[in-house]
């Protein structure tokens, strides 16, 4: 069966040659436990999940909510029923479950570190400020922020909105609301969380 075929079957696929890659290439992923190269692997899989996450943000807020206003205001045009029908729903999905991955993956490599609760304290727990911890903590902050307007604000709002719960024409006006200033305070906050996202790991302390 040809994984290109699914959308599964081509992620499944893409990990198998990043294993083979991984085994070719070095002495193999079960040596990564507690090892630099088991930061590098967890960070790879944050950063994939981020990209997922913050590339379905901007589709929301760079392309679809701009081309439901037009599909809108466009008397006699196709209207904007196909993106609410077959499309939000498909991405809200991914858009949801990957935050949480993206969120999962980020704590793992400050626990895997030992930086946790030095992030969460924005490195200001010992003595010393902890250049490291506020600048990986800001971004903690911001990305936890995030989630939680994710699966709060916009998730709920959204599933009123595309009509998937009952909600009433009120509701569905203030929910559309709600779920579009999440939207954009997401996307505000997304690019100060990239700058503290590399600039921890690329020495660039704030
Ligand atoms: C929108 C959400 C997020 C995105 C797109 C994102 C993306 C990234 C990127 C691109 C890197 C840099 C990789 C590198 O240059 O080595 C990174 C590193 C990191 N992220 Fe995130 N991140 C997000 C949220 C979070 C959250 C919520 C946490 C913590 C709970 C977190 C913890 C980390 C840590 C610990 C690093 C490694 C820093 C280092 O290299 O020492 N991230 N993230």
Redesign the pocket.
């Known amino acids: 069966m040809n994984p290109l075929k699914s959308v599964p079957g081509t992620i499944i696929a893409g990990f198998v040659l990043a294993l083979l890659i991984l085994l070719a290439t070095g002495d193999g992923p079960i040596t990564a436990i507690g090892s630099a190269k088991g930061n590098a692997i967890i960070?790879w899989l944050?950063?994939f999940s981020?990209i997922i996450?913050?590339g379905l943000l901007y589709y929301f807020n760079f392309v679809q909510a701009p081309a439901l206003a037009d599909a809108a205001t466009d008397d006699g045009g196709p209207g904007g029923a196909g993106i609410t029908k077959y499309v939000a729903p498909r991405a809200l999905f991914w858009f949801r479950w990957s935050a949480l991955a993206?969120?999962l993956t980020?704590?793992a490599?400050?626990l895997h570190r030992g930086e946790f609760a030095n992030a969460f304290m924005l490195g200001l727990g010992g003595d010393n400020v902890n250049a490291y911890a506020m600048t990986?903590g800001i971004?903690?902050w911001l990305?936890?922020i995030?989630?939680f307007n994710v699966w709060v604000l916009i998730w709920p709002n959204q599933k009123k909105v595309l009509g998937m719960v009952e909600a009433s024409a009120d509701e569905i006006a203030s929910a559309k609301n709600t779920a579009f200033i999440a939207s954009r305070l997401n996307t505000l906050m997304?690019i100060p969380?990239?700058m503290s996202?590399?600039g921890?790991?690329?020495g660039f302390f704030m």
């Open positions: 960070i944050h950063v981020g996450w913050i993206t969120w980020g704590a490599f400050l990986i971004g903690a990305g936890t995030m989630l997304s969380l990239l996202m590399v921890a790991g690329h």
